[in-house]
């Protein structure tokens, strides 16, 4: 296998998959909330694909090498969960932050993507790891263009992280996206600058950092899915799915409810 180079028809169809894909973060966003359980977020969501846009949960019975087939429609991590949670009958509570992640299939191709979402209020260390995960993810976006290195984004991406003081999960990574979920390459995010596949226009693949408050490391549940961290301590994940173009980058995944890039990286405004 290799990397696939999409053609202008594969481009606008994932377009389309990717703008359905963050339609419906949209929709949950409003019932993620103190009370509701995350087998609740699955229905209304497995419902608005299936029922409202005619698209296809990609994690339903979705069965890589090694695993059992996933149960639901999308994935739930709540607080110390890394990513893969699987929708439970446990109500969130409030001060709880959960990564929600979405991947729609329509006519044939992929959008995949999630977000964090805040769970009533929550304690300022929790919406700071969210948010500089969510920086983490727009510096490893911004430096997509022809001729750019993936181990510049994984360096980019851990610099910031570990600044923060956090440290960057290595088992999980970014990867190509298409007419399969996970395509070559990987885009992992750590790395050596100038080291690492050069992009090419036509690339597209995901840009999904896990970001731990305390050490990198992981464990996976006795589900065979759920990943956590291994001291139990807080993480973060935010992702987009992102084609190379000739001068730069377009983010597939976007939506009128797509949150802004971060001030961080917002173009100077002319005096
Ligand atoms: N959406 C995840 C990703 O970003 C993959 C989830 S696989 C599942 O790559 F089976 F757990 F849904
Ligand atoms: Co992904
Ligand atoms: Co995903």
């Not at 600058?193 to 995901?206: D, K, N, Q, S």
């Not at 408050?213 to 987009?240: F, N």
Request: glycine share 10%; proline share 7%; charged share 20%.
């Amino acid at each position: 296998m290799s990397i696939v180079i999409k053609n202008q028809e594969d481009i606008e169809k994932m377009r389309i998959a990717g703008r359905l894909g963050a339609e419906v973060l949209d929709f949950i966003t409003p019932y993620v909330k103190p009370g509701v359980t995350t087998a609740e977020l699955d229905r209304l969501c497995h419902d608005y694909m299936v029922n409202v846009q005619g698209t296809i949960p990609a994690p339903l019975n979705y069965c890589p090498p090694g695993y059992t087939p996933y149960p639901k429609s999308i994935c739930t991590s709540v607080n110390h969960v890394i990513c893969h949670g699987i929708p439970n009958d446990k109500p969130l509570k409030n001060g709880d932050c959960i990564n929600i992640d979405v991947t729609v299939i329509k006519d044939g191709y992929h959008g995949d993507n999630s977000r964090m979402f805040m769970v009533g209020e929550v304690a300022p260390y929790v919406s700071r790891l969210a948010q500089v995960t969510y920086e983490c993810m727009w510096i490893g976006i911004d430096l997509v263009k022809p001729g750019r290195r993936l181990g510049d984004i994984g360096a980019a991406i851990q610099r910031h992280a570990e600044r923060a003081g956090y440290s960057v999960v290595q088992e999980f990574c970014g990867h190509g996206v298409g007419k399969r979920f996970h395509e070559e390459p990987q885009v992992l995010h750590y790395g050596t600058p100038g080291t690492g596949v050069e992009l090419r226009a036509g690339m597209i693949f995901t840009i999904e950092p896990m970001i731990n408050l305390g050490k990198r490391h992981i464990h996976v549940m006795p589900d065979g899915w759920t990943v956590v961290t291994k001291d139990r301590k807080l993480s973060a994940q935010w992702e987009h799915t992102v084609l190379v173009t000739e001068t730069g980058y377009e983010i597939m995944t976007q939506s009128a409810g797509t949150p802004a890039k971060p001030a961080l990286l917002a173009s100077p405004v002319a005096a």
